[in-house]
């Protein structure tokens, strides 16, 4: 009980914005570069190894006056398939939803392949996700496949 | 398929395979039309592979279109540092057609993305090579009058062989039964073999190229490199056990031909060469006129 009236309080603390809850502990500072935070002017409050009933320990980002596009939501997918979008309006809770694989992936993730063209000229990296779950996915241009052991954000 | 770049084998539907196929007879009848004369092809090889470059630019030739490019690329700008975007950027403004090969994976899917004309992939490093698929598709239609119903044997290196593993693809739109001849190590991958199944079709795995002497209608020779061992001693193993000679094809069946996508080593004892079973060299002519046919179908005159 104790922990669900904290989280609750974390959950609020901001006035509009988005918090992005349940992310693996180990995750947050990529979520952050992926979500490019780094440059926002707003106010973000960024804990991690926080207590998480449900995955042991978690991290939390706030945003303040930051609302994220499913597009760019999604992304966060491939290093927090756990990760729960809450956004907040006037302190209150409007929407929360759980983040999802896209079917296609543009430009943050590299390329597995060392002979793939995308790693040796200045080239916007595409993958289609064929598998969501098991998270492998095709490059669009060497058709080799990137599974989720050697996922490297660009 | 007019103005359509070539990139991959799955670009084409059966459909457009059999289409190129038809194409590719009537240009053996009469390989010299003047066809293509208002065209220019440009035939950028960023790395050199004289066969696929001089059949590209016969069949260019034979149908009367002027041919531009380089042959390696140290006689072109990318000696210089030009970019890949670049170098296609200037050429598209003087051809109607790209054909190029250039050792990096997915270099022709890029290119054709940049082009304005459309571009016909002669290899992009070890990921496709679809004119050499449909070369083979034609050999093979050619020497059996068909492509349903056929024992086809792979042998030699699976693993890594790109040839392999698009014509497996491609021949999955077909009635095949799959003979799989390799050293354990060099085994065809997983998720070719899961594309037969999910087919319909069966394959059969063989480490003894004798097993499937007498069942096969075609059978497909590769080399095997010893780059491709982590174990030398593994190497020197299996190397002698996948070369084909006369001998072993005493009791094949009388139609069974041999198709290699060349160059050879050693896979093929040169005694193989004058029996009637030897096609490698007649398949290597057949890739004329598949490329007269790809040529005339996107430049859309044919």
């Known amino acids: ?41 707003g106010q973000v409050t960024i804990g991690f190894n926080l207590e998480s009933k449900k995955y042991g320990k978690k991290g939390i980002i706030k945003a303040s006056n930051q609302f994220f596009e499913n597009r760019d ?25 759980q983040v999802e694989v896209p079917d296609t992936i543009e430009q943050f993730v590299k390329c597995v392949n060392p002979n793939c063209i995308t790693n040796s000229q200045h080239i916007t990296t595409r993958f289609n996700v064929i598998d969501k779950l098991d998270l ?19 | 398929m007019k103005n359509r770049s070539l990139i991959s084998i799955n670009d084409y539907t059966k459909d457009e395979y059999l289409k190129i196929l038809d194409l590719a007879e009537e240009f053996e009848k009469n390989p010299k039309q003047d066809l293509l004369n208002k065209y220019v092809v440009a035939t950028l090889f960023f790395e050199p592979s004289t066969r696929t470059r001089l059949s590209f630019e016969s069949a260019a030739s034979q149908l009367g279109a002027k041919v531009i490019g380089f042959s390696d690329a140290n006689s072109s700008s990318v000696s210089k540092g030009e970019s890949l ?26 290119a054709s993305e940049v082009s304005k004309v459309p571009v016909i992939n002669a290899g992009d490093g070890g990921n496709q ?57 060099l085994k065809l991958p997983s998720y070719v073999k899961m594309h037969i199944k999910n087919n319909n079709l069966s394959y059969f795995q063989y480490t003894d190229l004798n097993d ?30 996948y070369i084909l000679t006369a001998e072993m094809m005493e009791h094949c069946k009388p139609n069974m031909r041999v198709l290699h996508p060349l160059p050879r080593v050693n896979e093929i004892n040169e005694n193989v060469d004058s029996t009637p079973q030897a096609y490698y060299f007649t398949q290597a002519l057949n890739g004329v006129f598949v490329r007269q046919a790809l040529l005339a179908t996107i430049l859309g005159v044919k």
């Not at chain 1, 992310?23 to 935070?37: C, E, G, H, T, Y």
């Not at chain 1, 966060?76 to 990760?83: D, N, Q, V």
């Not at chain 2, 499937?212 to 490199?225: F, G, K, L, N, P």
């Open chain 2, 85 to 110: 975007k670049d170098t296609i950027l200037t050429v598209a403004n003087y051809s109607d057609i790209i054909v190029m090969r250039h050792p990096k994976e997915g270099s022709a899917r890029f």
């Open chain 1, 136 to 154: 492998k996915l095709q490059c669009h241009y060497c058709e080799k496949i990137t599974g989720k052991n050697n996922i490297e954000i660009l």
């Open chain 1, 73 to 97: 939501a999604n992304k966060i997918a491939l290093i927090a398939p756990t990760a729960t979008l809450i956004t907040i309006k006037n302190y209150e809770v409007v929407e929360k939803r």
């Open chain 2, 129 to 185: 090579h679809p004119t050499q698929c449909l070369l083979d598709l034609y050999s093979i239609r050619k020497t059996q009058g068909k492509l349903d119903g056929l024992n086809i044997a792979f042998v030699g290196d699976l693993k890594y062989g790109r040839t392999v593993h698009s014509l497996v693809m491609a021949l999955c739109n077909f009635d095949t039964t799959f003979h799989l001849v390799s050293p354990i190590e």
């Open chain 2, 212 to 241: 499937v002497m007498e069942s096969a209608d075609i059978i497909y020779m590769t080399r095997i490199q010893r780059e491709r061992f982590s174990d030398p001693i593994e190497y020197e193993k299996v190397k002698n056990a």
């Open chain 1, 1 to 41: 009980m104790e922990s669900k009236i904290r989280k609750e309080l974390v959950v609020s603390a901001i006035e509009n914005g988005t918090v992005i809850d349940h992310i693996p502990a180990k995750s947050v500072f990529r979520v952050v570069k992926m979500l490019n935070l780094e440059q926002t002017e």
